[in-house]
């Protein structure tokens, strides 16, 4: 299950990538908002990234006007590792390097299809572990306890 959430200059772009996950059979679970009326992205990306830490859905895909505010609110929520994308590259490298488990875009950055294909990669892109996992796991003690080691 995958968690979606927009705001209100988000919104059409995310509605593109609903209709991509309908295409591939994908499932998802809209978290807001659901009209054009001017809103607050933390709000919907809170939603969206609770759903994505309580395990509810396995991961989320964000879209805001740059991916960028509503990346950073994603990110403020403890476990969350969302990268904002405008290339299907970073959106590969961050799932197999940074096991990123949301991604954001920006519907004033990146156009409808070239979104689709930075879903579909970081949908393909598979955790590497390894010597990423020391890193991913140094992030992980930064969030809980501010620094690294003793
Ligand atoms: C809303 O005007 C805009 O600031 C928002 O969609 C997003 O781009 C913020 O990062």
């Not at 933390?42 to 990234?49: F, G, I």
């Not at 830490?53 to 509503?70: A, M, P, R, Y």
């Not at 920006?106 to 020391?134: C, F, N, P």
Request: charged share 25%; proline share 1%; glycine share 12%.
């Amino acid at each position: 299950m995958i968690a979606l959430g927009s705001d209100h200059v988000g919104i059409e772009l995310k509605r593109v990538i609903m209709q991509y996950l309908e295409e591939k059979g994908l499932a998802y679970k809209d978290f807001g908002t659901f009209d054009t009326e001017r809103c607050n992205y933390p709000e919907y990306a809170l939603k969206a990234a609770n759903a994505v830490v309580s395990g509810e859905c396995d991961k989320g895909i964000l879209c805001c006007g740059t991916g960028i505010g509503i990346s950073i609110a994603a990110n403020k929520v403890k476990g969350i590792r969302c990268v904002v994308c405008s290339e299907p590259y970073s959106a590969l490298l961050s799932r197999q390097h940074n096991n990123t488990n949301m991604l954001a875009m920006g519907s004033r950055v990146v156009g409808g299809d070239l979104a689709k294909m930075i879903v579909e990669q970081w949908l393909t892109g598979v955790y590497e572990g390894g010597r990423h996992q020391v890193r991913v796991d140094q992030m992980k003690e930064i969030e809980e306890t501010g620094k690294i080691g003793k």
